[in-house]
């Protein structure tokens, strides 16, 4: 602790020093490397110390090394005792930059280099005390992210300057967080008092907080932090409600997403399809390659990826009509074996032709991490955008079903095949391009589904239980039905899991959908009329 | 699954014929000496099991450059049993009778491993299994090159005890035998440690599970009860990237809720896009970090015969290097292949490892091995923070399961029993029912 302390105190000099002299000159080389060299030692506590001191220098490149040691970045040469930046730690060859004088070096290669390391505890640390140098900046949010990193950090000695820091601070939101942190740090030393300005706090750390003070000795403290905990516990009821509604809808949009293509197939052309799947593979792998293509704009290549997934999927789905389906037509058993050897040929075609290995998919920046609704209730952003993209998906399919005329022949062949061939309609065409259309969304839920999970030849295999589950509850032949049926049961299976346990819970849904199926085997929406009985 | 056989009819034939005694004897001393190669090369396990069969590869190739054998060349024979638990024995047993092979290095998961035994005991075999394992087995014919749960398990859980503080923990794995006993031992393990029943969760899920969202944020709400909280994590291939992605998104870091796994390498990591796992643990005998030169080595001719230069070597790669070290001078040792001579030579064998010190054979077929703990960097490597002082010795019956306390492992005579029990004095003391009802 009195490391901390001194390194916190170490750090606002530095602030105070960097802010009164700009333009410092850099001090003598020999001190930065004597200040480098304590670091260099196996022991964790002297690097501590060491970076104290490093603080304690108020060496204006202290910030820059910081960060190299937060990253693993700062290294040093086996032979030379040269300290050096690591600006890219891939491959063999490594680009660095002399630590001292910021000068590029080349190329080194791992072999000569060995890392300065720091382990969890330096790093809170280190997180911390940069912190505090952050609240000094003029950017809003990265203040607002460094008061919520303070919160259950606080330390006695850095209390005075925070206090200023919230007497200065103009930000209301900033200044809430901040004396939050002081009130955690005030409840830990026992001070009743501090109970006030935690109660109604949804943070996790005023709550671990509270629930710390409430199992203390001292009586009045322990009661006041129960009753606080009480009106707290109320409000994250509500919360936990919400969450686990939107984990249901969340893991419903994945199941609609992966079985609206099926409806088409299945449920409008009647194909039983078991290489679903792995279309949704082939739409993953694109969004793969895609990311390939255009190195360094994950985002791009995801936008790009949803139309080049469809015509990916698509284009392989008229391949599997045409050289396979089309020759069964009528015979449902031979297509589900014909389709599941389909599927088989297809995942052994990715694993020879890219690698068995997964592959990385890259999230973008802007679907990473979380929305914060209160402080309680965070809403990740992935599953956000997965849930807006199922629901626009499904809008454009019923679009393409009830407004135009390919979904009018659709419907049209689907009802009556001779007397749609008698008014007109090249019944062969519609069938090659209602199955490219399944195809083709499951292409787009394999684009979706890389935000997800694994990019493997496997990725399909997970899926197609669920979507024929999922078609079938919800009626054959029926959209509505299918993103009904995928929400309901997503929603099910999420509140089932906390008490019963994932593998249980994933039990319970199937037995509940059997007895369902039984009681109406039509599903949730049976087709009427004469379609239902060809 | 449907099988698909790699083996080519003609070798097939070669095999049958060489069988009838069609060569002759003077064909058959020179007649290389065979390895079987028993990973899977396709379906789920591919993934972690395809680079075990190319390091085995890479390992005879080196070994027919500077020679071969006992003057002889080694013949890989690789075949495939595609992910599928029976046709693992089916393959062992065309290896073994068909190929006639002198040892087979392969298997990952524990219930393939347990498909081949009878197998391999029956045809007395030679099997070397390089994956940390739940322990609980010892067989005459089997060589356990990977960790026991004393050699990872126990070690990792001592480092967030002792050196994180950790004070709940939540034991998350996949549903089958290793987590399961896995997590069985730490439990007991924890409550012999004065941890109460509260503060501890276990949790299973089926494999290949997607979605953790439920799970991460039950996680999240235990871990903010005012305690120290960390996860100790059995959770098997695939499903670890959509875990970490959600305890990424959910915003939990290492530094509040550290999780520790016991089944993410370098391999696993090189799938995933590691800035939200930075700090989290792993908890191996070998890390691709380790700076030695001898592991410089290795990956240079790692990278070499992949041609790859983003490959990445792991742990269960270094177990099958020592695996083939110790059979290669064992065979040395015994001047022959033959099957009991290189059971007897190996037990006491004691090679260079990858991590500066030395794997030796011990009587119960299990190796003595370095527990490293390290965090994940943003390279998808890991940064080792922490390692036992010396090696240590793989028990192959824990100490902290009822049943299984009292029993011991020495193959070497007179002894010569897998589960002895040192309080009956008899050898076939059973496991405990507990482990029984785990497989």
């Known amino acids: 602790m009195r490391m901390i302390r001194s390194l916190v105190q170490g750090l606002l000099c530095l602030v105070v020093v960097a802010l009164a002299a700009p333009a410092a000159v850099a001090a003598p080389d020999d001190d930065g490397q004597a200040l480098l060299e304590a670091l260099d030692t196996r022991s964790y506590a002297d690097k501590g110390e060491a970076i104290e001191a490093l603080v304690a220098s108020g060496d204006e490149r202290t910030r820059r090394w910081l960060d190299a040691l937060l990253d693993g970045k700062l290294q040093r040469h086996q032979d030379t005792g040269r300290f050096v930046v690591v600006l890219e730690n891939r491959g063999r060859q490594w680009p660095v930059a002399d630590a001292l004088s910021g000068e590029r070096l080349g190329e080194m290669s791992r072999r000569e280099l060995d890392r300065i390391g720091i382990n969890n505890a330096l790093r809170g640390q280190l997180h911390s005390t940069l912190a505090v140098l952050d609240l000094r900046v003029d950017d809003v949010r990265a203040r607002r992210e460094a008061a919520r990193e303070l919160l259950g950090n606080v330390e006695a000695a850095m209390l005075a300057p925070l206090q200023q820091r919230v007497a200065d601070e103009a930000d209301g939101e900033v200044r809430r967080l901040l004396e939050q942190a002081i009130a955690i740090h005030r409840l830990g030393q026992g001070d009743a008092a501090a109970v006030e300005g935690l109660a109604g706090s949804l943070n996790p750390e005023a709550r671990a907080a509270l629930r710390a003070a409430a199992r203390s000795d001292d009586v009045a403290l322990a009661e006041a932090a129960s009753g606080a905990l009480a009106g707290i516990e109320q409000k994250l009821k509500l919360n936990r409600g919400v969450e686990t509604l939107y984990f249901g809808l969340s893991l419903g949009s994945v199941l609609v997403l992966a079985a609206i293509g099926l409806a088409i197939t299945f449920g409008v052309m009647g194909v039983i399809n078991m290489a679903h799947g792995e279309l949704m593979m082939l739409g993953a792998y694109t969004a793969w390659g895609m990311q390939q293509l255009l190195p360094g704009q994950p985002g791009l290549a995801l936008i790009l990826s949803i139309p080049a997934g469809f015509l990916v999927a698509a284009l392989a789905g008229i391949a599997i009509e045409r050289s396979v389906i089309q020759f069964l037509k009528g015979r449902p058993l031979e297509t589900l074996l014909a389709t599941f050897g389909v599927s088989l040929i297809l995942q052994q075609l990715v694993r020879t032709l890219i690698s068995p290995l997964n592959r990385s998919v890259v999230s973008p920046e802007w679907m990473s991490g979380s929305l914060m609704i209160n402080e309680g209730l965070s809403l990740t952003l992935n599953r956000l955008f997965v849930l807006g993209f199922a629901l626009l998906v499904f809008a454009g399919l019923m679009l393409v079903m009830r407004r135009t005329r390919l979904g009018l022949e659709v419907r049209a062949v689907t009802q009556s095949r001779a007397m749609a061939r008698a008014m007109g309609i090249r019944a062969t065409r519609v069938d090659i391009l209602t199955f490219a259309l399944g195809s083709g969304v499951a292409g787009l839920a394999g684009v979706a589904l890389s935000q997800l999970t694994n990019v493997g030849p496997n990725l399909g295999q997970n899926y197609i239980i669920d979507s024929f589950m999922v078609v079938v509850f919800g009626g054959v032949g029926n959209l509505w039905g299918t993103l009904v049926a995928g929400l309901s049961l997503g929603v099910i299976n999420q509140v089932l899991e906390p008490w019963a346990g994932a593998v249980l819970a994933k039990i319970l849904v199937l037995v509940f959908i059997i007895l369902f199926i039984q009681k109406r085997p039509r599903g949730l929406f049976p087709q009427k009329g004469r379609a239902a009985e060809g | ?439």
């Open chain 2, 1 to 439: 699954m449907i099988p698909i056989p790699t083996v080519h009819p003609t070798r097939w034939l070669a095999a049958s014929l060489i069988g009838l005694g069609l060569s002759s004897p003077a064909i058959a001393q020179e007649d290389p000496i065979k390895v079987g190669i028993l990973h899977s090369l396709s379906g789920t396990m591919a993934i972690s099991e395809s680079t075990l069969k190319d390091t085995l590869l890479m390992l005879i190739e080196r070994q027919n450059a500077e020679g071969g054998l006992l003057g002889r060349q080694i013949e890989p024979v690789v075949v495939d049993p595609a992910s599928d638990w029976p046709l693992f024995a089916e393959k062992a047993r065309e290896l073994l009778a068909q190929e006639e092979v002198d040892v087979i290095f392969g298997n990952w998961t524990s219930v393939s491993r347990k498909s081949v035994l009878p197998v391999v005991e029956e045809l007395n075999g030679l099997l070397f299994y390089p994956v940390q394992y739940e322990g609980e087995e010892s067989s005459e014919n089997v060589f356990y090159t990977g960790a026991a749960p004393n050699q990872q398990a126990i070690p990792a859980v001592d480092y967030l005890m002792n050196e994180v503080g950790a004070e709940r923990w939540v034991l998350a794995g996949t549903d089958y035998v290793y987590p399961r006993t896995t997590n069985k031992i730490l439990e007991a393990y924890l409550k012999a440690h004065g941890v109460a029943d509260e503060d501890i969760m276990v949790n299973y899920t089926p494999f290949g599970h997607s979605d953790w969202q439920n799970i991460v944020s039950d996680i999240k709400r235990f871990g903010s009860q005012g305690k120290k909280t960390a996860v100790v994590s059995t959770i098997n291939g695939d499903a670890n990237v959509p875990f970490y992605r959600e305890l990424g998104n959910q915003g939990i870091d290492a530094a509040d809720i550290p999780v520790v796994a016991f089944s993410v390498g370098e391999q696993e990591l090189s799938g995933i896009d590691t800035a939200p796992l930075v700090g989290h643990l792993a908890a191996w005998n070998y890390f691709m970090s380790v700076d030695t030169d001898a592991n410089y080595d290795f990956i240079d001719s790692w990278i070499e015969y992949t041609g790859d230069e983003m490959a990445v070597t792991n742990d269960p790669m270094e177990a099958h290097y020592l695996g083939f070290t110790m059979w290669k001078e064992a065979v040395r040792k015994a001047g022959t292949t033959d099957v009991d001579a290189v059971k007897d030579a190996i037990i006491g064998v004691s090679v260079p490892n990858l991590s500066g010190g030395h794997a030796a054979m011990m009587p119960n077929h299990h190796i003595t091995k370095p527990v490293l703990i390290g965090e994940i960097q943003d390279n998808g490597q890991f940064s080792i923070v922490w390692e036992t002082p010396s090696t240590v010795a793989g028990d192959a019956w824990s100490d902290y399961l009822p049943g299984s306390r009292d029993l011991i492992s020495d193959w070497r005579a007179p002894l010569e029993c897998g589960n002895y029990n040192v309080v009956e004095g008899r050898c076939g003391g059973g496991a405990s029912e507990d482990v029984a009802t785990a497989e």
